[in-house]
């Protein structure tokens, strides 16, 4: 049994910061990359920063600069620092991992990627 549980999301001002957490429960040994992706209401879920085994990290377009994502040295939480808030960044964040394909590959930021999702965490900026 895995499990990927959202948390640290809440309504923050424009230019605001925020923290995102991710607690990983199972076994997440088989891991290979873990990611933060979002969704607004009316559109398609986007991969927002992604972390492979050996900590390389890729971001978005939009997150560069703005966000980091980051893991504990267990493995067992995710985080996503969000700084400089967006109107536009306002959206459902989601904790993913993929757990299949080859151990060392390079982090995709599609949703398609990952097989394992948390339930998510609501992050409003205004």
């Known amino acids: 049994h895995v499990q990927l549980v959202e948390s640290g999301g809440g ?3 424009a230019g605001g910061s925020l923290r995102l957490s991710c607690a990983t429960s199972g076994n997440f040994d088989s891991d290979r990359c873990m990611a933060w992706l979002r969704q607004a209401p009316g559109k398609e879920r986007e ?3 992604a972390i ?3 900590g390389r990290t890729l971001y978005s377009d939009s997150a560069q600069g ?3 994502i980051s893991r504990d040295r267990g493995k067992k939480f995710l985080y996503l620092q969000m700084n400089g808030l967006r109107i536009e960044d306002t959206a459902m964040y989601f904790c993913a991992s993929s757990t299949t394909g080859a151990l060392y590959q390079p982090c995709e930021m599609k949703p398609s990627a990952y ?5 998510g965490t609501q ?3 205004s």
Do not use: E, L
């Open 11 to 13: 309504s923050v001002q």
């Open 123 to 125: 992050v409003t900026v």
């Open 47 to 49: 991969g927002v920063g």
């Open 66 to 68: 703005r966000f980091a």
């Open 52 to 54: 492979d085994r050996s």
């Open 115 to 119: 097989n394992v999702w948390g339930q």
